[in-house]
């Protein structure tokens, strides 16, 4: 079927927040403490992204089937003054039952986008070590790895690895 990304408006925080949560259960499983993964909130979610898209409306996508938010990524300015980066793909999840349709790569295409539209030519994305799942799509699209470092999520002592496009043109959808 032909899904539909499109950017996101305030109305669709609850589903965003649905999606976010939903897919931090399925993704971390076994990753992250079940204590962490079971107190995710998806009212207090919505509520962040109600802030996020007013703050920064053009930034987040969502991935539809049916009328329905299945996915969704954000993207922007680099957060961490990581060298060579100026661009950053904060965010990308689609539901598990929706992955491997291509809303994966639609939805990076879009975030990639909105880069260009801020005028950045580069991107880079951090994923914990454990995805392989991600791990393997960020390099399906030419992302090179840049370094690893580690992270603290819930009480779970981590850690995560970057993948890089030194140019956006060398992103291979
Ligand atoms: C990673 C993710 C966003 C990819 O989205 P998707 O909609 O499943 O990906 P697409 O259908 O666009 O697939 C694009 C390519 O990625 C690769 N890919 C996608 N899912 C894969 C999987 N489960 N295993 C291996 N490769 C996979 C495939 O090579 C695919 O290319 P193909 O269609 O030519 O085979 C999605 O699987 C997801 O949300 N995973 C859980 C959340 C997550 O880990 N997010 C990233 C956090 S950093």
Redesign the pocket.
Known sequence: MVGLVRPAELDDSAAIARVHVA?WRT?YGGLLPEDFLASLDAAGYEQRWRRTLRERPDHVYVAEEHDMVV?FASGGRERAGETGYSGELYA???LREA???????RLVQAVVGGLREMGLTDMI?W?LRE?R??R??YE?LGGVFVRSQPITIGSALLQEVSYGWKSLDAIRY
């Open positions: 897919t993704t996915g990308i999840y689609v992955q491997g349709r291509g809303h994966g790569r994305v994923v995805n799942t991600a393997d799509f399906k």
